[in-house]
């Protein structure tokens, strides 16, 4: 996983230039080191996580997006208002 250099933009990329892999990998190595992290925690982290100081539309449908891609596979779950690692990790 690639992440931005706050002094380097060069290193800065749109949320559209992201692999989908990359995202869910930055997702289940995020919760795998959370304790009872929030779907909206897990937005928030992984969209700062790749440099983005705010959540816009695209960036927030995006990560979403690619967070219920890991849900329909069986790697990531939600109880309880937490997610948590699923049975296919």
């Known amino acids: 996983m690639r992440t931005p250099s706050d002094d380097e933009d060069e290193t ?3 949320i559209k230039h992201l ?4 995202i869910q990998n930055a997702m289940l190595l995020i919760v795998q080191h959370a304790v009872g992290i929030s779907l909206e925690s897990l937005i ?3 969209r700062r996580l790749f440099g983005f100081n705010r ?3 695209n960036i927030k449908e995006r990560l979403l997006a690619e967070f219920e891609g890991l849900q329909r596979n069986g790697l990531l779950s939600v109880h309880d208002g937490r ?7």
């Open 83 to 89: 997610v948590s690692l699923g049975n296919d990790v």
């Open 12 to 14: 800065l990329r749109e």
């Open 19 to 22: 692999p989908p892999r990359e």
């Open 55 to 57: 959540s816009g539309g």
């Open 44 to 46: 928030a982290e992984t």
